[in-house]
Structure formats: C-alpha cells, structure tokens
C-alpha cells in the first residue's frame, strides 16, 4: 500500500514567522513531488512541485526533496493571513498522484 | 476561460437516483483523472483517461460508478443508485503529464 503522510495539524504560526509542512511517502520509486493549497470549501491549487534532490524556491516558497530519506517539506517564508489553508502533499506513482490527508495551517495575525 | 471547468456545481439528490456529472478539462490536456474528497481527507482516485482510453480504474470503485471520455475532450461521470456515503466532493483534473494537474471547481454531491 503506498501512503504519503502529513501531520493533519492545525500548524499556528505567527504572522511573518517561517511555516514549515512536512510529508513523507513510502514509494521508493517516485519521481515527482506537489504542493497543492486548498481553502474550505475550494479544490486543490497547485503551489510547487520538484523532481530532484534539494531545494527549489519560488517566492516565498520553497520546496525541499530528501530521496534517500523519503521526505519532502514546504517552507512559507514571512507568512500571512492568507496563507491559513490547508496544504496537500501528492507523490507521483504510476501515472497517479497518491495524495497526503493535509495539513492544515493557521497564520495568526 | 482555459481552466477545467465542472458542472454542476453542487447537487443534491435522493438515495437510489442516478447522477451524471460534466468535467471539461485544459484543451491540449490529454490526461483526464476524475477524484472524490470527504472532508479531512486528501483526494481519492477514482479513475484515469489517457485521450479516450480509461486507463486505470480504482479498485475501490463499485460498479455504480461509470467514466467516459467520447472523442479524449470533455468526461462524465455517473454514479447509478446512489447511496449516503457517496456524499462528497468529486473533482476532476488534467494534465499534460508530469508537471502537476489542475483541477476544477469540483462538484458538490449530496445525497439525502
């Protein structure tokens, strides 16, 4: 059974602190790795993704992949209101995304 | 608009009747997967369209459900004799491969 596990949270972190979300999935034979936002109510938006070892930053984001470890985490640099959502990991296997249950992060203003 | 877009946006129906639901995914998107969410939870897959081609199927998925894609464009889904634990949000996605899939607005099923 393939899995990818997330920490359902809620995750609080203050207003402009660093939020940190983490996954890790038990494929060793995957390749491609998302970050998907998702507000109640809304469908998954795609934030990053990444493909190989190490970081890789889009704005305030930045997606870090550890293969021999099986772990990949989003970071949220100077976090804001609107960055309360909740955060999805899905792990490329098979021509499917095997999906984590979320978690959830509240930005306290 | 080039996002996919998914009709209806939400509907409710009584236990037994059938349901038809409509993605029209990204034009040059040749993969279409169509996915159901219960609240706390992350995605389900239910099944994939490579072009026309139902590819795979979850094993989960009971005989009352059914996907087409006619022609590799637009897909439905039907859920026959619908039953309370269908209650969900059915999204659909599609992808060019690789890269990430964009999904719809979704559809809001209710089973009453």
């Known amino acids: 059974q393939k899995e990818v596990e997330q920490n359902s949270g809620p995750l609080s972190v203050p207003e402009g602190a660093i939020a940190s979300l983490n996954c890790t999935y038990s494929d060793r034979g995957s390749q491609s790795f998302f970050w998907y936002r998702q507000y109640s109510g809304k469908s998954p938006e795609l934030i990053m993704f990444?493909?190989s070892n190490g970081d890789k930053e889009d704005g305030r984001f930045t997606a870090q992949l550890n293969k021999a470890s099986q772990y990949v985490s989003l970071l949220i640099r100077d976090s804001q209101p609107s960055d309360s959502a909740t955060y999805l990991c899905?792990?490329?296997?098979?021509?499917?995304?095997?999906w984590g249950a979320g978690t959830k992060l509240i930005i306290k203003p | 608009d080039t996002g996919v877009s998914q009709d209806p946006r939400h509907k409710i129906t009584k236990r037994g009747q059938n349901v038809t639901f409509r993605c029209d995914p990204i034009s040059e998107h040749n993969r279409l997967y169509w996915y159901r969410q219960t609240l706390g939870q992350g995605p389900e897959f239910l099944t994939y369209?490579?072009?026309?081609?139902?590819?795979?199927k979850s094993r989960l998925l009971s005989d009352r459900f059914s996907a087409e894609r006619p022609k590799g464009s637009f897909s439905t889904l039907e859920i026959q004799r619908t039953e309370q634990g269908d209650s969900a949000m059915y999204l659909c996605?599609?992808?060019?491969?690789?890269?990430?899939?964009?999904f719809g607005s979704g559809t809001r099923l209710t089973v009453v």
């Open positions: 990444i493909y």
């Open positions: 369209f490579q072009n026309e081609a139902q590819l795979e």
């Open positions: 899905a792990v490329d296997s098979n021509y499917q995304l095997i």
């Open positions: 996605a599609s992808t060019p491969g690789g890269y990430g899939y964009t």
